[in-house]
């Protein structure tokens, strides 16, 4: 009798599944030591405090617990994938959905078949995955399972001090030139986006932390992007406010007549030992847009930063970023922060309209992009995950 390779394929698919569990508490002591090993002594993914809020204080937990699996061999962890629970509303509906997070394996356990069955643990647990902030490895490990290649989130930046800007930038010759006569006319697009928002009368305030205005805003606005991640209070309270590092996050509510119009979250980053200021979050109807972000250049004038910084995917906003006085960066310019996705059959959508760009909003805000990049704790150095590139 003759064995099909099919079936024995399929039978090997089987044995490495059995090797992958969802985490229980009587490894938590196993798999903290696998992260430093793996991550370091003073980084996030062994902090307790992240650890708590990111997966057991997760809005839409996992009836079966946290979205962490591991992958045992020999009876040692040798992997692992988490995952950061979701909703997607995907035009008039919501997808259960989860982020890749930190999947991680063991060098020489890697090309030995743990990859796979850790990844498929977090596509089986939810009808849609997705990734953020990619590494190489990882993109194409998931671009030969199948995944959706999104692209990579635009960088749009406002030099609000040209000169330190170009100094810190790797630009030459005529690049140099056209960015120093940039300056007046990016001065002007700030002055004449100030006396539009005055005109509107549009207020800009700060908050402590996200109030009941938040579901307004995601009411009004979310309409208007066909693919986007749940913006409610629930999530940015979660998000923003429980975080332990809530205090690094900046808050903006824009209004008009007390009516709540949009939001904006910001955090300073330093590029090139340069101040700046980045755009995390936001969320407006398109035509508000404008407004909000000339609050938030005001702000970020106010505080002497270098360059205002947006990473987003919105491509009914490109218009506007440029018409303000954003200059868009190639994605070979710096890092990208590429996006995939992978539905499931019961995700209940076509794949096309997934890879449509035109379909998204997408900001640092979403998955763990954000904080993995300002990592709160003393930066150490280490191996990169296979999922998610820590960048340093």
Not at 355 to 374: E, Q, V
């Amino acid at each position: 009798m003759s064995t099909s390779s099919s079936t024995v394929g399929q039978s090997i698919t089987d044995r490495l599944k059995k090797t992958v569990f969802r985490f229980d508490a009587s490894d938590k002591g196993e798999l903290r030591g696998f992260q430093r090993k793996m991550f370091g002594e003073r980084v996030w993914q062994v902090d307790e405090a992240y650890n708590r809020w990111l997966f057991d204080e997760v809005p839409d937990r996992d009836a079966d617990g946290p979205q962490v699996w591991v992958c045992k061999r020999q009876g040692q962890i040798v992997g692992q994938q988490c995952g950061i629970p979701f909703r997607l509303k995907a035009r008039d509906r919501e997808i259960p959905a989860s982020w890749a997070n930190s999947l991680m394996v063991l060098p020489e356990w890697r090309m030995r078949g743990a990859f796979t069955p850790l990844a498929e643990a977090q596509l089986d647990s939810r009808p849609l995955a997705m990734a953020i902030h990619i590494s190489d490895s990882a993109y194409k490990a998931y671009s030969k399972a199948g995944w959706i290649d999104i692209g990579a989130l635009p960088a749009y930046v406002f030099p609000l001090d040209t000169r330190r800007c170009l100094e810190a930038s790797s630009l030459q010759g005529r690049m140099r030139t056209i960015g120093a006569i940039a300056g007046p006319a990016l001065h002007g697009a700030r002055i004449g986006g100030h006396l539009l928002s005055r005109a509107t009368g549009a207020r800009f305030e700060e908050i402590g932390r996200f109030d009941e205005r938040a579901d307004a805003i995601w009411q009004r606005a979310s309409p208007h992007y066909p693919l986007i991640a749940l913006r409610d209070l629930t999530h940015l309270r979660w998000r923003y406010d429980a975080i332990p590092c809530a205090s690094d996050y900046r808050r903006f509510i824009l209004t008009r007549g007390g009516e709540p119009l949009g939001y904006v979250v910001l955090r300073r980053e330093t590029w090139r030992k340069e101040p700046c200021l980045a755009v995390v979050d936001y969320l407006c109807e398109p035509k508000w847009l404008w407004v909000l972000l000339s609050h938030t250049l005001r702000i970020a004038a106010t505080e002497r930063a270098t360059a205002l910084i947006c990473r987003t995917l919105n491509t009914r906003a490109e218009r506007t970023f440029l018409a303000m006085g954003m200059m868009k960066v190639p994605d070979r310019v710096g890092f990208p922060v590429r996006v995939m996705a992978h539905p499931g059959p019961d995700a209940g959508i076509d794949r096309d309209e997934f890879a449509d760009r035109g379909n998204w909003l997408l900001t640092m805000g979403d998955g763990d992009a954000s904080f993995l990049m300002h990592n709160t704790l003393p930066e150490t150095a280490g191996l990169q995950p296979e999922g998610v590139a820590v960048q340093g």
